[in-house]
């Protein structure tokens, strides 16, 4: 199963030097004029799990194999992009497929790379998008609406669940505003969740500043910052150019040198990816061994049955038993061994819900 986050902004923001700073490639274009990145870029990206190393260590595992998320570099937008402006049908389209938005916000001063309105202004920027954003999602629930409107006539449930849950998120987006999920029970919930509206993804902003404000930000990224608050909406700060260049070096130690020489304390592409993991609300679970160690990712609130299909089909089909312990309990034990002789291992049937770094053994019976 594939968990996308979409990395979104208006062209020249940075968007592509934070996905190749991402893979440790030099594979998307980002050269300095609008639309240079015309079909999506993909990469799939580790997820930096601390737990997981030990794991490896303490079971002598002979391969350690992270967990990951797809990272789309989606070209950028502009204003009127709801319209078919620089390409945005197709953009917005891409990004329909995603389950989740990062917003890159331009938050640094470069004579050298032109912005599209001629101005450093990242309140306004992330307002050009969010109006786009609503306004492909308007335009879409009109369509769907039309189309409702012939079928209310047969009385199907669905639809006469579907029609007055569209129109009111409708009236919401109007305002310029999403409706408050709160206040939607699960069936209304799951109504918008399969239109697959781009204002109700879960969202983080990133604030991309230069070499000199990695640590501390500007006055930029903090408006950015302030404005995340205000919309309870995730915020990380990073410098798409400097990590960039330092997911260039092979060798650790020049990397360390030019972190060193720029004052930086530590590359913000772990906390970035971190928080990504976060914005899809997913977990991690283990399955670790003398042949490897391995993290697993399933989205909050799974089923160990759900769980064990995520390594194969036939584990969920013939699912009989998994064995948990946690993975702190499992490393103050000292490995599987002594965490057996100690009871610590239990048995959980079909009902048990996987908790974040459970590590698991599944037994089954095709």
Known sequence: MGFKCGIIGLPNVGKSSLFNALLGLQKASSENY?????????????????????LSSINKSKNTIHGQIEFVDIAGLVKGASKGEGLGNQFLSNIREVDAIIHVVRCFEDKNISHVYNRIDPISDIEI??????????????????????????SKEEYQINFPTLNKVKSELEKGQTINK?????????????????????????????????EIGNNYSKLVEDFAKKKNISFVKISSKIEEELASFDDEKEKDTLMESLGILSSGIDTFITQGFKLLNLITFFTSGPKESKAWTIPSGSSAPDAAGTIHTDFKKGFIAAEVISYKDLI???????????????????????????????RFNV
Do not use: H, W
């Open 34 to 54: 609008p639309f240079c990145t015309i079909e999506p870029n993909v990469g799939r990206v580790p997820i930096p799990d601390n737990r997981l190393r030990e």
């Open 129 to 154: 998008i969010d109006s786009e954003l609503i306004l492909s999602d308007i335009s879409r629930i009109e369509k769907m609406l039309e189309k409702m409107k012939k079928s209310l006539k047969s």
């Open 182 to 214: 709160d206040i939607l029970n699960e069936e209304e919930l799951l109504v918008v969740k399969s239109a697959g509206l781009l204002s109700y993804k879960p969202i983080m902003y990133v604030a991309n500043v230069d070499e000199n404000s990695i």
């Open 332 to 362: 103050n034990a000292g490995g599987d061994v002594k965490a057996k002789s100690m009871g610590m291992i239990k048995t959980q049937g079909k009902e048990y819900v996987i908790k974040d770094g459970d590590v698991i053994l599944f």
